[in-house]
C-alpha cells in the first residue's frame, strides 16, 4: 500500500470514529444483530413424539464425514470376516406410494417407486446407524448405482429391472476397499466405482436391502410461495441366485435398521422379509433412505436478525458519504486527495474494514451462541464442520462489507441519502425477502437470487444440495441457487461496478 493511499485511508478511519453518530449506529447495527438472532432462537421450541407423549426431538444419526445422515432401511445380512463378496439377481423392484385422498378418509395407496427408491447388496461396517457402508443398487428412476458411506454416489448403466431384464448386482471387499459391478446375464460384468473404507473392521455385514425415501411433493401456496410435503412409500427387492464369497458365518438374519417405535414399543411403518433356504429367494422390503438429511433446524437459523442489522450499515455507509456533500465537506476532502479515485477507493475501504470489523463477532456470537439456544429448546439441529461453520461467519461478515460499500457508492452516484438508502435496500434487501418468504413461485425466487445483489446471501446457506437426495432445494428452503462464494462474488461484481462508476462521476463533475 503505497504511502499517499495509505494517508488517505488513516484519514478515513480517523474521519468515522469520530463521529459519534456513525460509530453508534454501526454498534447498534452489531447489536441488533445478535438480539434479534437470539431472541429468534429463544422462540424456536419443538418436541417430538407419539399422541401425547412428547419428547426433545432426537438428533440424527451421523456419518463417518460427521454431517448428519437417515439410515433407516431393511437389512437381511449375515457376517462377513476379512475379504468377500456378495452377488444377487434382481428380478423386479416394486413398490407402494401413499398419495393425496381423493375421498375423505380412505387412504389413496398407489403401487409404483418413487425415483431414488433403492434394492441392492451392502457391505456395513455394522447394523448402527451412521456407520461406514458401501452398496450397489437399483434405484427408482436412475439406474444403477453405487453408493457409500452417504454422500458419495456413482452412476452405472440407466434403465429399470424385470424379470425378462434383470439386473445382476456385485460387491467385492478386499481389505478397505470395496468394489461394485453389474451385469446383464451373471456372465460379463461391468466395474461401476471403487470405494475405500478407512478403517473397516475385520468383520462386518452383508446382505441385500431395500429403502424408499417419502414422495415429494410440491404445491404452489396461495401468496404464491411454494409448500411441500413427503408421503409415506415402500419398496420392494426381489432377489435370487444370491452368492457370498468369503468367510461368512452364522444365520440370515433380518434387522429393520432405524425403524421408529411408538411409545407402546410397536414398530411405526416396519419392513420385512421373506426367503426360501432352498432356492435362495429373496423378498425384501424396506422404508426410509440411506443418505445425507436436510431435515431439520439449519445452524444459520439465528442470523434472521441479520437483515435489520444491515439496514442500519446501509444507513451509515451512506451517510459517510452523503454528509460531506450536505455540509460542503467534500471540497475539503478532495484538496487532501486531489486523486479523487483513489480518495473514494480510500473511503469505500475504510468503510468495509469498519463494517467486517464491527459484523464478525457479532455474526460469531449470533451463530455459536444461537445454536445452543435452538438445541437447548429441543431443536435438532443439523450438524456441519468447523469449515463451514467458519465460512458462514467470515461470509456473513463479509457480505456486511460489501453491501455498506454498495450503498457508500449508491450514495456517491445519488449524493442523495434518502434516495441511496432507499435504493440499497431495494437492490440488496428486498429481492432476499422476497425470494424467502411466500410471495414469489420457487422460479422467480432462485432468478431473483441470481441476479440481483441479494444473490450475497447465498454464503450463509450451510447444508449443500445432494444429487441423490430428493429434496425442496428452494430458497423458502433455504437453498440458494448459488455457491456460497458464487452468491458473494455477484454482490462483490455489483459492488465494484457502483463503486467504478462513481468514481467516474466524482472525477467527471465538480464536487
Known sequence: MSGGFGRLLRAELTKFRTVRGWVVTMIAAALVTVLLGLLSASGNHASCGFGPVETACPSPPVGPDGEAVDDKFYFVHRSLSGDGGITARLTSMTGQIRKPDVVPGQRNVVAGVVPWAKAGVMIKESTEQGSSYAAV???????????????????????????QAPRWLRLVRSGDTLTGYESDDGTTWTRIGTATLAGLPKTVRIGLFATSPGDLTVTQGDLGGS???????????????????????????????????????????PGRARRSSVTDVFSVTGVGDIAPTIEGSRPELPLSGALTGLVLVIVVAVVFVTAEYRHGLIRTTLLAGPRRGRTLAAKALALGLVTFAATLPAVAVTFTVGGRILRGNGNAVLPVSLFTQVRVVAGMAALFALAAVLALALGALLRRGVAAVITAVVVIVVPHVLATTSVLPDGAARWLLRVTPAAGFATQQSIPEYPHVLGHYAPIAGFYPLPPWAGLAVLAGYTALFLGLAIVRLRGRDA
Open 137 to 163: 443398487m437399483m434405484t427408482g428412476e436412475h439406474g444403477v448405482r453405487m453408493q457409500h458411506d452417504f454422500t458419495h454416489d456413482v452412476a452405472g448403466r440407466p434403465g429399470g429391472v424385470s424379470k
Open 227 to 269: 409448500v411441500s410435503a413427503a408421503r409415506f412409500t415402500e419398496a420392494t427387492g426381489e432377489f435370487d441366485q444370491v452368492g457370498l464369497q468369503g468367510d461368512t458365518s452364522g444365520a440370515w438374519r433380518d434387522d429393520d435398521i432405524g425403524v421408529t417405535l411408538a411409545p407402546d414399543g410397536s414398530e411405526h411403518h
